[in-house]
């Protein structure tokens, strides 16, 4: 089955750019989304198409994806952004979510 | 803009089936995709499955055997049924509308499952 493998954790500073990968087997010729989720509360789609943002998300979120890995970056990360993220697409009429990556901001 | 709340039982036993239903407003069922995605505490996201408003479902092989999952479209909601349940199925179990590979999911508000005794 197709998996799709974030890193557990990402730690980053106020101001500074995070970056979190998503890596799958030719993942770059699929459409990847981001959602950030809170503690307690549903997932929130943030990036969709690889690198749309819907309305209402800050520009400082944007997206990529090319060869096997596709990557979210968030640039000058405020405290707000502390979350998890998970990364997601289709593979043969299945939907598969990668296992999550936790930002931490410190 | 298109709305989800999942309904049902917050406590099943252990080897009976977990039902719930997903009531949908602002959008019609009668098109995209109609899934199901769990969350253990502390864990991530898990794929159930999904009926495509023709009918045709899929689900994740690891629960296949399992699950059922059907859409009302003249009551506008789709439900999920679980069968043989343990207390590894307890889970935030979210219902969300899924537009295809080139889309993405909204999702319901999510409703916590308990399997105990």
Redesign the interface.
Known sequence: SYELTQPPSVSVSPGQTASITCSGDKLGDKYACWYQQKPGQSPVLIIYQNSKRPSGIPERFSGSNSGNTATLTISGTQAMDEADYYCQAWDSSTVVFGGGTKLTVL | QVQLQESGPGLVKPSETLSLTCTVSGGSTTTYYW?W?RQPPGK????IG?MYYSGIT?Y??SLKSRVTISVDTSKNQFSLKLSSVTAADTAVY?CAR?Q???????????ILVTVSS
């Open positions: 899934s995605i991530g996201l898990e794929w999904y899929n994740n092989p979210y899924d295809g590979r080139d889309g993405y999911l909204d999702w319901g508000q999510g």
